[in-house]
């Protein structure tokens, strides 16, 4: 099935797109050796795990951070250690934006435009190219609607509720599945797992990741509160995100 899938020229010009991406994210991994925006607080996060310090950003989830935890402990405390995996992660997403647009729509090159303009969009790329959080829940979700489409629905539950533990914003892909899901109307009953699992996996699942990154077990909705209250007064009027805010006014302050 993969051998046939690879007979196609579009999908052999989709695997280069990604090569590319991959190589140029490879050059420029290491030209900044000090922290970007809010790696300031997630390398420090990830260092904590590591060295089993008290964390000080709790209202994201764990797991965003456990992947950064790795990279470093696998490469080091530099910029592979801390944005490898962050690389790794955006070049599958780019597989996966393009086999989810295969699966849309019948057009046999719709998709490799798409992917085109995915994987070089700003935002997407740069992205990619440091250890934040974002990189992470947006591959998770785009691989949780992959899985939906092809009927993989306790699967996709699963891998949403990972898409949320990396990062909150991961949620809107449970408004993006269902939505298409009642549009279609095909497998109606059989959805109902994807919507079942969803919930239940993410509320089973955080007090194990918390455990890794915290060494405690601590109640799901406790957990959840604290999130929710603590980002929902997070401004950047009373942030101490000090890059950011500096580059907000001054946009040139990090050249």
Known sequence: MLFDWLKQRENILALCIAL???VLHLIIIDQVDRNMFDEAHYIPEAK???EGGELGNLEHPPLGKLFIAAGIDLFGDNPWGWRTFSVLFGVASIILFYLICQNLTSNRYIPLIA????AFENQSFVQSSVAMLDVYGLTLLLASF???LRGNYISSGIVLALSVLAKLSGVIGVVA?????LVRRNEKWKGL?????SPLAFILLMPALDWLAIGSLECPWDRIGFMRENLSVLT???????QMK???HNPLSLQ
Do not use: C, R
């Open 236 to 242: 950047f009027s009373n942030t101490t995100h000090d």
């Open 177 to 181: 599945i269902i939505g298409h899901w």
């Open 20 to 22: 590319v991406v991959l």
């Open 115 to 118: 992917t085109f303009i995915f």
């Open 246 to 248: 500096k580059f907000l």
């Open 48 to 50: 904590a795990i590591l």
């Open 193 to 197: 797992k994807f919507v079942i699992v």
């Open 146 to 148: 992959w899985l939906y």
